[in-house]
């Protein structure tokens, strides 16, 4: 029997980047230490607050709000809402809509829905299927962010925590290298409050994808494996499958990933960047046209939006 290095009862897990082997008892601990740690980066707990915590059905994202429950339950300065965004893909959204739900009502957390056909009068599945140049995540990313920080701020929420894991965060790391994108790597610093902008945090910033899964099995958290079929078109697959590759002949590599850019952006002040009203919607926009709206009068000419 292989025993748990901090005290010595079953282990359930192997850390392949820190080398030890936790009982289910200590790996919980060490999961909510990880996520403690990160909230205290964001400042914004220790004082009422509403946290808008977007649930997509995964195990990501269904644990995030299982971990915060668990973290904040007893605390009455600390409120969650649970919230979800339908893009309209048939036969995926559906079902992890009612995973989404289901782990909201099994905690006992309000659950707001809203859909992209509700607000915008599109759907992710009409839009890929309309021949645009962009596979379908670039105006579902766009639609839904902008749809996630309008509800946010509807529910007064002072945050919207969303389920990004250590992977996503390598990942998003080196995409943007590879692509290029300054610009989008230069917004993944924190930023001082912008008006009509609800802060976005991501407690899962430092744990693994598998451990997220591991989270979930072993807490019986309701979850959706299903992916959604626009998946595999996406880059972020190809870069995924190399961190992956990566990560198993060299331990730690995502870790050090997400680190190393951290102390990049620690070299530069907390970045910042003027914001308007966009002229046609009134949401927040750098430059007079929100990229929600940008993005539908592009498209409009070619649709019967
Ligand atoms: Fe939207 Fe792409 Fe995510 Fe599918 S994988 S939900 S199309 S952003």
Redesign the pocket.
């Known amino acids: 029997m292989i025993r748990c290095d901090r005290c010595s009862g079953r282990a359930a897990i192997f850390q392949r980047y820190s080398g030890l082997h936790l009982c289910p008892r200590h790996f919980e601990e060490d999961v909510h230490r990880k996520v403690k740690e990160v909230l205290r980066t964001y400042r914004i707990f220790g004082r009422p607050c509403r946290i808008a915590v977007a649930v997509s059905g995964g195990k990501d994202s269904s644990s995030l709000l299982s971990i915060l429950h668990a973290l904040f339950s007893s605390r009455e300065d600390v409120e969650l809402v649970a919230v979800s965004i339908d893009?309209g893909?048939a036969g995926?959204?559906p079902r992890t809509l009612a995973a989404a739900a289901s782990v909201a009502k099994g905690l006992g957390v309000e659950h707001v829905v809203r859909s992209l056909e509700g607000e915008f009068g599109v759907t992710?599945d009409l839009l890929?299927s309309s021949g645009q140049p962009q596979?379908?995540?670039s105006f579902?990313?766009v639609l839904?962010k902008g749809l996630l920080n309008r509800t946010a701020r509807e529910l007064s929420a002072d945050a919207v925590a969303t389920g990004h894991n250590l992977d996503d965060e390598a990942q998003t790391v080196m995409l943007n290298y590879l692509k290029g994108d300054v610009d989008r790597l230069y917004r993944l610093r924190p930023r001082r409050a912008l008006p009509g902008m609800v802060p976005r945090i991501k407690p899962l910033r430092r744990v693994p994808e598998k451990e997220m899964g591991v989270y979930a099995i072993a807490h019986a958290i309701p979850f959706e494996t299903l992916a959604?079929?626009?998946?595999s078109r996406?880059m972020r697959q190809e870069v995924k499958e190399l961190l992956n590759d990566l990560e198993a002949k060299h331990p730690g590599t995502k870790y050090s990933i997400v680190r190393g850019f951290e102390k990049i952006l620690a070299r530069d002040p907390p970045g910042s960047y003027e914001v308007v009203a966009c002229t046609r919607c009134g949401e927040p926009s750098s430059d007079g046209v929100c990229a929600t709206c940008r993005l539908l009068e592009r498209l409009r000419p070619e649709q019967s939006l």
């Not at 959604?228 to 998946?231: E, K, Q, T």
């Open positions: 893009e893909i995926y959204r992710t890929a596979g379908p995540c579902c990313g839904r959604c079929p626009y998946l996406a």
